[in-house]
């Protein structure tokens, strides 16, 4: 329920903002384009968050030739997040609102982003192919910035009550709770970030942290700091609970099992890559996030990854936009070197 009405209230803030803000010789990169989707390209990059859009800046003014492709809007998890505050340059900054400045940039250089959905990549010949629910694309190089996928392991009941009491989405959906009680399970800032705008509408929120949280200083202060927050350390969502709508969920924490009276569950946990789409290359990594160097290079000659999907132990808006960058600039230098074509950035 929530992702659409997302989308449609993005695409009405973009058309409203192009209607008053014409920019020349550009288009609109929100509207994406559903045929005649090329199917050749020197960079395919899987992903417009901010690692892909950060590549397909860098790529462009490389003078390179290539293909954004993402299933969702772009600006991937900037579209859910309240409040940016640990980005330089950019103090308080909405996601969604930096997300449709990228947006900007993005219409401004050219850059357009096609609807698909990357399936499957497999080997072919000096390259790669790209099985899309859109048609294939072939490439010469790859850079893989999916992000992370949605939940696969669901508890019982979060299926069931989904829009009905269950969201994933605060930003989206926190209205329908105003002062009433809700469950936020998570570890990591997203989470805390959706638990901190809740707080400002919910009667009560509990906050289930199933390990150590991952989150700036100031904003876990912040958390521990909200006097409607209950931190519930090393526990985690056992089951989502109710009638027509969502009333209880069971936890486990360490004190055993206990019911918590709610009228809304956010289970911000347990997503992981999508390792399927990029298995038939056999790249190296562990758990699907995948093994890069410096350059932000996979152990497959040609394929390049940023963001989410690589293995570190930092994941932030800042450190995906730059890990864009170097891959958008190893994958130049790759193609460079591979076809003897000189492209400067």
């Known amino acids: 329920m929530a992702l659409s009405r997302m989308k449609r209230a993005q695409a009405k803030r973009w058309a409203k903002k192009k209607k008053s803000q014409r920019i020349k010789g550009s288009e609109n990169p929100f509207s994406f384009r559903r045929q005649n989707m090329k199917e050749k390209t020197d960079v395919l990059i899987i992903g417009a968050g901010i690692a892909g859009i950060s590549a397909s800046i860098y790529l462009k003014r490389g003078n ?25 340059g950019l103090p308080s900054v909405s996601g969604p609102q930096f997300a449709m400045d990228l947006l900007s940039q993005m219409s401004q250089l050219g850059i357009s982003c096609e609807y698909g959905n990357a399936l499957q990549i497999q080997k072919k010949g000096n390259g790669f192919l790209a099985k899309t629910d859109m048609g294939n694309v072939f490439a010469a190089a790859l850079i893989l910035s999916p992000g992370l996928g949605a939940r696969e392991k669901r508890v019982p009941g979060e299926k069931e009550f989904m829009g009905r009491g269950v969201s994933y989405c605060a930003t989206c959906d926190g209205a329908f709770f105003k002062g009433k009680d809700v469950a936020v399970e998570g570890s990591e800032d997203h989470a805390v970030e959706d638990a901190l705008y809740l707080s400002n509408l919910a009667k009560k929120v509990y906050f289930l942290a199933p390990k150590e949280i991952e989150a700036p200083e100031s904003h876990l202060q912040a958390l521990e700091n909200r006097r409607n927050v209950v931190l519930i350390p090393s526990s985690r969502l056992l089951s989502v609970q109710g009638d027509k709508l969502v009333n209880k969920a069971l936890i486990a924490s360490k004190d055993g099992e206990k019911e918590l ?85």
């Open 261 to 345: 009276e709610v009228s809304g569950v956010f289970p911000l946990s347990g997503e992981s890559p999508s390792e399927a789409l990029y298995a038939p290359l056999g790249l190296e990594g562990e758990n699907g996030f995948l093994t890069v160097d410096s350059a932000m290079r996979t152990s497959v000659p040609g394929v390049f990854a940023a963001g989410d999907v690589v293995k570190k132990t930092l994941r932030q808006l800042i450190t995906a936009a730059s890990e864009g960058a170097i891959a958008a600039t190893s994958a130049l230098a790759y193609l460079r070197q591979r076809n003897g074509k000189v492209l400067g950035i």
């Open 64 to 88: 390179g030739d290539f293909l954004l492709l993402d299933k969702g809007a772009p600006g991937g998890k900037l579209n859910n997040i309240h409040r940016i505050d640990n980005y330089a």
